[in-house]
Structure formats: C-alpha cells, structure tokens
C-alpha cells in the first residue's frame, strides 16, 4: 500500500510537471506586436526616469552562477550597495564571503580597496560613469547591473536584442513590477521594472545561451532611493584604516570569482 501511494504521488507530480509544460507551450498566443512595442516603451520609460536623477542610492543582492568541466552549476551570492551622483561620481560596495570591497570614483581617480585585507589600489580614470564603465570591463571588474547605471540605459540594453516580450505583471519583495523578456545572439535577459511614477529596475537577470547548463547572473535591487532621499556620501577615498597601497592586478580577492576557481580548461 505505502509503495503503491509512493508510485501514485510520483505519477501525479510527474502528470503535473508535463501538463504546466502544456500550459507554457499551449496557451493562449499573445499578440506578439503591441507586447514587443509596450515592453519597449516600458523599458524605455525607466531608462528615462533613471537617466533623470541626480542622485540614486540602492542596496542589492547578487548571484553568479558558474558551470564546472564536470557540467555542476555552481552558485556565488554577493551583497553590497551604490550610490551614484551623475555624471561623475559613484560609490560602491560588494561583499561575498570571500571578499569584502568598497568603491570609490570622484570623476578622476578610481580607488578599489578591499576592506577584509585593508589594501587598496587606485588608477587615474578621468571621466563620466560611462567611460568608468567601460574601464572596468576592459579589466574585466564589472560593476553589478553595469547597463543600469549609463547615461542613456535604454541604448546599451537594447543593442542586439531581436525577439521582445511583454510578460505581464510580477511582484518582486512585495512591489507589483512590469516582467519584461529579451533576446539577443548571445544571452536572454529578464527585467522587472517597478510599476507607479518610480519605474526602476526591481530584478535584472542575464542567461548566457552557448554555455553549457546557461548560467545565469542575477540581480535584485532592494531599498532604492532618488533625489533628496539619498544620504550624503564619500566618493573621494581618505584612507582611514591606513591600508596599504597595492598595484591594481596586486588586489587580491577584489574579483566576483574566488581566487581558488580558474577559468578555462584547468578549472
């Protein structure tokens, strides 16, 4: 009797798993022009309300999936903060376990410091949040949700992007959001955009689609602020734990990946 209700339960979970499959592939068809056309005015919405403040500040919380030679997906969790004062000025915080590292970018001198070491490397980047941007993937250290923080957000995301689907509502930590689909070449990526006269981005997550196992990297923004709501803050760095200064490819454990993990065939 007991094996016989183990084999029923399976069955059911399997008829379950195959009929919400049905549902997916079956239901009912969406009208794929006016979705593709409000998912762009959506997103363009928010690239415009975010282009247009000042000054933003949000906590986040981030995940990076990696996939080992032996095909396991491995998941990496990191939290941290940023505060950005446009167009010059941005301080941020990333911590994961591994690494705690801070942030900071006046315009004209980019410092990365590792609080858990108390080292810091800096380098001359003059410039706009744009041009630091592509700095630092040149040196391969994004910052989290890069594609967020530009002048003109709707530009890069959209660069590449053929298929565009507007997926209805979602709710994301209790905020009813706009879920937004994309796809390009090389990745999909989802978006769920705040709903209300402060459209920002609630939930950002990229799957790569020619590595195995599509790993994805996840985003979610928590404890936004614009304007007057944001706090004072530093983007100078002071140094006032006297860290010692190191070369910047000297900055241990500053990266998303632990030191003990390796790209490539060795990994």
């Known amino acids: 009797m007991t094996t016989s209700r183990m084999l029923l339960n399976r069955s059911v979970r399997r008829l379950y798993a195959v009929a919400l499959s049905l549902m997916v592939i079956l239901g009912p ?12 005015r959506l997103l363009k919405a928010m690239s415009d309300y975010l282009s247009a403040q000042e000054v933003i500040s949000f906590e986040y919380d ?41 942030m900071f970018f006046d315009g004209k001198t980019l410092t990365l410091l590792g609080r858990n070491l108390n080292i810091y490397a800096q380098e001359d980047v003059p410039g706009t949040i ?43 930590a209790g905020v009813e959001c706009d879920s937004l689909a994309f796809r390009s070449e090389e990745v999909d990526w989802q ?7 402060r459209p920002y981005p609630c939930r950002y997550v990229i799957s790569s689609k020619f590595m195995d ?55």
């Open 29 to 40: 068809s969406m009208t794929a022009g006016a979705d593709e056309e409000d998912a762009k």
């Open 191 to 197: 978006i769920w955009i705040a709903q209300g006269e």
């Open 62 to 102: 981030a995940t990076l999936e990696v996939v080992t030679t032996d095909k396991q997906i491995l998941a990496l969790a990191s939290s941290g903060s940023v505060t950005l004062a446009r167009p010059d000025k941005i301080h941020a915080t990333r911590s994961n376990g591994f690494a705690d590292v801070e």
């Open 130 to 172: 744009d041009h630091l941007v592509d700095e630092l993937r040149e040196r391969n250290r994004p910052l989290p949700a890069a594609d967020l923080l530009l002048g003109d957000p709707y530009e890069a995301l959209m660069m590449d992007v053929v298929d565009v689907k507007d997926l209805g509502s979602g709710v994301i």
């Open 213 to 267: 196992g599509a790993p994805q990297y996840r985003v979610q923004v928590r404890d936004w602020k614009a304007g007057d709501e944001v706090a004072a803050a530093d983007f100078s760095f002071n140094n006032p734990t006297d860290a010692g200064k190191v070369d910047l490819k000297n900055l241990e454990d500053a990266d998303e990946l632990p030191t003990h993990f390796h790209i490539g065939a060795d990994q």
